[in-house]
């Protein structure tokens, strides 16, 4: 009798279903094949689940594939994070990178700092962010990976407080992104503020409704809430996924927290401009450097994505000039991510991090100044190979964002820009936050981080160096899918890094401008850990 039942209620949800689709006008499949239309949409919403569980091999996926994924996850667990049985990766394959060894490699002695037995996670910069320009506070970063721009409200309260706590245990600084210092910034990390076109936390709405930098709200919503901890800012000109592309914070995600914490009326839309008011030409911005850095006694670098040169070469005469301009330049890879932006600019607008970056440092060394800017580099490059080749093309720091998320439990679920991430870490959902647990992924956040930072250096010890800063565009092969065409990275992209002044990764643990941990240990060093 009960199997009766349920059948004639199967039969008339089938039914309602039926007349539904009939009725409907907005999709022709439905009805045209009413019932049987919905199976398609059914396997659409499973089809990117079942390919990535069931179907595509370690090294099929984009943006980060399988083998990726699992290092990440790996070592963030500090579980087993090696490969049995030789690589699953096709070595012959265009673009793979070999580094290079020296047949005798750098000798770590019983008291160097780096011996398993000191710490052997502890990398910092090379360069003193701020000093070429006389800053009042420079700033040396404790380690040459950092996190990248990520606004609070972007990700959720809980994988802020997550990474922010991490990386005070590992000594990284939390870049803030554009959406201001929230109170999950100030978990103990060092900060860097990021400034974007709606100057959130440091700026004010015009009569005319246009955002404008105010710098007594920067003081008050930032310098003032985090004092010492903010250690230089980040002007953000425009990041790889979208440049030239703004965007909005919708009237409902805008709530009153995220509103004052940005200093922007709550539950009404805010726009981020595509451009920024406070300059509008590369002199202009130069200006505006020179009095952020006087009044805030702060190093100041610009975040940008690469296409034409034109203003870059401006940028870089003004600077050989007068010795004025961003301490820093971080450059964003075509292949970074975002919260949101539309596939037309994720997909075709701004170069690829390698080509990128290449360009910019190009522009500087004709002008001999790259030792007297600090170069940063993001886009996919959370892997110690990766950090490698990146250092060998002259950068001196790493900004990471979704290797990040990656540690603290993101699943590729790519659903950053619906508020439906399933982790907990790209929504403001309570319910799907309450999931991650901020403690716990926090230390494994911080192992991800000493795993990248010991692997790159036993790499860079492999290649008979005792800090990456040394690596040298011949130590890096790129193949070009024939024996005769492995080249050096010197061949291939046609220049020769300028070399970094070195003198011992104990000199940089003394240094006065250390951030992070400075002479503390590394909290996770020995520890019992997730
Ligand atoms: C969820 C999310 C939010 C982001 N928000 C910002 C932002 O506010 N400002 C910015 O300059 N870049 C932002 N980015 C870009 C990252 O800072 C970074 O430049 C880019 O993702 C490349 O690094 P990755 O390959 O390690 O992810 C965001 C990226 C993600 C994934």
Known sequence: MIALYILLGLAGIILLIAI?????KKNTIRRNFPVMGNIRFLFIALGPAIRQYFIASNRDELPFNRSQRNWIKS???KENNYEGFGTDKDLYHPGHIFVNPKMFPFKVSEDHINNEMNDPYFIPCAKVIGKAHNRKHPFRPYSIVNISAMSYGSLSAN????LNTGASMVGCYHNTGEGGLSPYHQKGADVVFHIGTGYFGCGKTGEDGKRYFDF???????????????????IKLSQGAKPGKGGVLPAKKNTKEIAGIRGVTPHTDVLSPTYHTAFSNVREMVDFIEELAEKSGLPVGIKSAVGDLTQWYELADIMKNENKGPDFITVDGGEGGTGAAPPSFADHVALPWVFGFTEIYNVFKEK?????IVFGGSGKLGFPSEVLKAFAMGVDFINIAREAMLSIG???AQECHTGHCPTGIATQNKWLQRGLDPALKAIRFGNYINSLRKETLQMTHACGYEHPCQMKMGDIDISCGDNNKVVTLEKTYNYQKSEIPFDSMETFFNCEYLGGLGKESNKLIKKKTA
Not at 217 to 233: C, E, M, N, R
Not at 368 to 372: E, F, G, S
Request: hydrophobic letters at 35%; charged letters at 30%; aromatic letters at 6%.
């Open 75 to 77: 070592s963030s667990k």
């Open 410 to 412: 993101c699943i590729q």
């Open 368 to 372: 001999d100044l790259c030792n007297d």
């Open 20 to 24: 539904a689709d009939l009725t409907q």
């Open 159 to 162: 994988a802020h407080t997550a």
């Open 216 to 234: 007594d709200t920067f003081q008050k919503l930032v310098l003032d809430k985090y004092p010492g901890k903010v250690k230089a800012i980040e």
